[in-house]
């Protein structure tokens, strides 16, 4: 009796047990297909984490600034000028807004103008310091450091001649650390005319110019800007350097993605190099990253790469210059957001206006192009 009752005991508990392993797997199912249903996010809130803001903090700090700028109405939010969708149709359109507006009330230049040339519109004005604390919010001022130990190539960016002066002395920081080695520098810059005012002081940049046999100011170039900064360097001369000179081409100047796609020249002449660290600095750090990976993209460049560089200095004066780069930023991104979210759209209006955003981004255009012909 004892042993049947134990058999007994024994079913019942293995009878038991059972039923919860089944109860358990079913909801393990049931939980699959709910993250299977929501590959997709269903608003541009839910669509913010792609840009890298996942932090509910961040993405109220950018409701802030949205609505400081009149994109979103002072009684409106984020969730209700953008609401949830049933469709990606829609969410799209959301999506194709955001760039558009951002663009508009954020980035505001057009044609051929550069960011020291824009006049800081009224709304930035009024409340700077509120604007200021939300921009912080947004991890567009703070240093981002190397993770790569042992990368092949230290990659400086051309800029104005002080931003360029500040990213050779962050590699020099670093290097002194001895936390960084690396077989190739790479200044990458190009033939950008040079501003008196913006660049330095006039006779700051005839001194140059004679230095490089320059008689015309005209001529001086964001090229020889690097020289001189790179001469004067606490890493001149510490590794194997290359300086590409990027030609304007049919553009009134170079940009990071015409540079880049110089560079991609380079790579392919170097099979040895896996990996890069490129020097910028805040707040210009992902915006960089952006474009760099739409490029690598478009010329199928396989190569680890990280963007790092200092913090940017704070104050109230730099608060249009923070949100330009916060623009430049959400506008670069989009493509990949789009990549890789899956967001699509059949309507052919809707796809027009979003390349007319890159089209004069000639690599940037063909990847939004061959994105939305799929």
């Not at 042992?150 to 650390?177: A, E, F, H, W």
Request: with cysteine.
């Amino acid at each position: 009796m004892r042993f049947f009752n134990s058999i007994g005991l024994l079913n019942k508990k293995t009878i038991l047990i059972g039923i919860g392993i089944f109860i358990i797997a079913a909801a393990n199912i049931v939980h699959a297909d709910c993250l299977k249903k929501q590959t997709h996010p269903n608003s541009l809130w839910d669509v913010l984490d792609y840009y890298g803001l996942n932090q509910p903090e961040q993405k109220e700090a950018l409701q802030f600034i949205m609505q400081k700028a009149g994109i979103i109405k002072p009684t409106s939010s984020f969730m209700s000028t953008f609401p949830k969708r049933n469709n990606t149709s829609l969410l799209f359109k959301d999506i194709l807004s955001f760039v558009e507006l951002t663009q508009k009330h954020f980035t505001i230049r057009s044609g051929t103008q550069e960011r020291w040339e824009i006049a800081p519109p009224q709304w930035t004005q009024e409340n700077q310091e509120e604007i200021l604390k939300a921009l912080i919010k947004l991890n567009i001022t703070n240093e981002v450091t190397p993770t790569f130990l042992d990368p092949s190539v230290i990659c400086v960016l051309g800029s104005t001649m002080n931003s360029m002066i500040s990213r050779l002395q962050y590699i020099g920081s670093v290097l002194n650390k001895n936390t960084l080695k690396a077989k190739y520098l790479v200044l990458l810059v190009g033939k950008r005319k040079v501003t008196i005012g913006v660049d330095g002081a006039e006779e700051a940049l005839r001194k140059i110019a004679k230095k490089y046999h320059i008689s015309d100011l005209s001529k001086l170039t964001e090229t020889h800007l690097m020289r001189e900064a790179y001469s004067n360097s606490n890493i001149f001369n510490k590794l194997p350097t290359d300086i590409i000179d990027t030609p304007a081409g049919n553009l009134p100047r170079p940009t990071t993605e015409t540079t880049v796609h110089e560079l991609c020249g380079w790579l392919r002449a170097h099979p040895n190099v896996d990996s890069i660290i490129f020097i910028s600095n805040q707040p210009y750090i992902k915006y960089q990253e952006a474009i760099i990976n739409e490029v690598f993209k478009r010329e199928n460049i396989i190569i680890k790469f990280e963007v790092v560089g200092p913090e940017v200095g704070l104050n109230k004066a730099k608060t249009q210059n923070l949100l330009e780069a916060l623009g430049s930023q959400i506008w670069a991104q989009t493509p990949s957001v789009i990549a890789r979210t899956k967001i699509s759209t059949d309507d052919q209006s809707l796809k027009d206006a979003f390349i007319k955003l890159y089209a004069k981004q000639p690599l940037i255009y063909k990847n939004v192009e061959s994105l939305l012909s799929q």
